[in-house]
């Protein structure tokens, strides 16, 4: 009964350093999303994957990488990591990418010093 | 620019009485709108949906109100609960994903 899996939940890292996220969800959805929520910003919608094979840019992808790895994994690489990234991710995925409601991960706190 | 805004980032209300979230989008192509809750340190939990062909729609004590001509669509719950605290995200379902508001933070207080 996991639902989305993400990995770390909490990670500390220093300006300049890499890292990826990792998502991964057993509903056998085929869309995929990364948010970062900010402290009065809402849910921002970084990157997402429609379906397995294709990824597309959301709001604010400056800095982000994806890749959807299979039909359940979904990961986000920061490449050199600035203090600006400071917040809060979730990944979610759904059944398909519209009319079907978003289940999410219990997020990822990331500070960047 | 913001596509759906929740102009009220925070409200507070009495253990018993009504609570009205209100969200208001400016996309006329949007035709799914749901409502998320968020407690601290958790994700988002999916809460209640409603259709753009149907104006109301009710599960227990969450009703959602859409005024497709206004662009604007209203979470009720009553009677409110100390448990109902929390964040309550609107959003909106449009070009192969969902659009979301800022939120607005619900006390209900006994």
């Known amino acids: 009964n996991a639902g989305v899996t993400q990995t770390p939940k909490f990670q500390v890292l220093k300006t300049g350093q890499s890292m990826t996220l990792q998502c991964a969800q057993d509903?056998?959805?085929?869309?995929m999303y990364w948010y970062r929520q900010d402290p009065g910003m809402g849910l921002r919608l970084i990157y997402y994957?429609?379906?397995?094979?294709?990824?597309d840019k959301g709001e604010v992808p400056n800095g982000y990488n994806v890749s959807r790895l299979n039909k359940r994994e979904f990961s986000l690489r920061l490449e050199s990591a600035a203090p600006s990234q400071t917040s809060v991710y979730f990944c979610?995925?759904?059944?398909?990418?519209?009319?079907?409601?978003?289940?999410f991960g219990q997020g990822t706190r990331l500070t960047v010093v | 620019d913001q596509q759906v805004k929740q102009n009220s980032p925070s409200l507070s209300v009495q253990e018993g009485r009504i609570s009205i979230l209100n969200c208001d989008y400016t996309?006329?192509?949007?035709?799914?709108f749901l409502w998320y809750k968020k407690y601290p340190a958790e994700g988002p939990t999916f809460l209640i949906s409603?259709?753009?062909?149907?104006d109301k729609n009710e599960d227990g004590r969450f009703t959602v109100f859409l005024n497709k001509s206004a662009k604007h669509l209203s979470l009720h719950i009553v009677p409110s609960q100390p448990g109902d605290s929390a964040v309550y995200f609107c959003?909106?379902?449009?070009?192969?994903?969902?659009?979301f508001g800022r939120g607005t933070q619900l006390t209900v207080w006994p």
């Open positions: 979610a995925s759904s059944e398909n990418s519209g009319y079907t409601e978003a289940f």
């Open positions: 509903m056998n959805h085929n869309s």
């Open positions: 994957s429609a379906s397995e094979g294709t990824t």
């Open positions: 996309n006329s192509m949007f035709d799914y």
């Open positions: 409603i259709s753009s062909i149907k």
């Open positions: 959003a909106a379902s449009g070009l192969g994903r969902l659009y």
